[in-house]
C-alpha cells in the first residue's frame, strides 16, 4: 500500500490519501487533469507514491507549512489507520 499527497490550490488543502481510495486512485485521481496544475497536483514521490504513511506525512506537512496550513488524512480512506 502506497500513499499520495494532493495539494489543492482553490480549498487550501493538503490531504494524505491510500492508493486505493476513489478519491486517489494511485494518484490518478478522480477525473484527468483538464486545469493543468491550476487547480491542484498529485506528489506521486517515485511515482508510487509514498511507502508509509510517516513519510508522506512529514511531505504533507512540508508542503503544508509552506501554504500557511496544516495538513489533513483523507476522511473517505482514513489515511493514518493501518489496515
Ligand atoms: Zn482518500
Known amino acids: 500500500m502506497?500513499?499520495?499527497i494532493y495539494q489543492n490550490f482553490p480549498n487550501q488543502s493538503v490531504k494524505?490519501?491510500?492508493g486505493d481510495c476513489c478519491f486517489c486512485n494511485n494518484g490518478i485521481g478522480l477525473q484527468r487533469n483538464i486545469l493543468g496544475d491550476a487547480?491542484?497536483?498529485w506528489f506521486l514521490s517515485l511515482?508510487?507514491?509514498?511507502?508509509t504513511?510517516?513519510?508522506a506525512s512529514e511531505v504533507a506537512q512540508q508542503l503544508?507549512?509552506?501554504?500557511?496550513?496544516?495538513s489533513q488524512d483523507c476522511l473517505v480512506c482514513n489515511s493514518s489507520i493501518q489496515r
Do not use: D, K, P
Not at 47 to 51: D, T
Not at 64 to 70: D, F, K, V
Open 2 to 4: 502506497a500513499y499520495f
Open 16 to 18: 494524505i490519501h491510500r
Open 39 to 41: 487547480n491542484g497536483r
Open 47 to 51: 511515482g508510487n507514491g509514498y511507502l
Open 53 to 55: 504513511y510517516q513519510v
Open 64 to 70: 503544508a507549512l509552506q501554504m500557511g496550513i496544516e
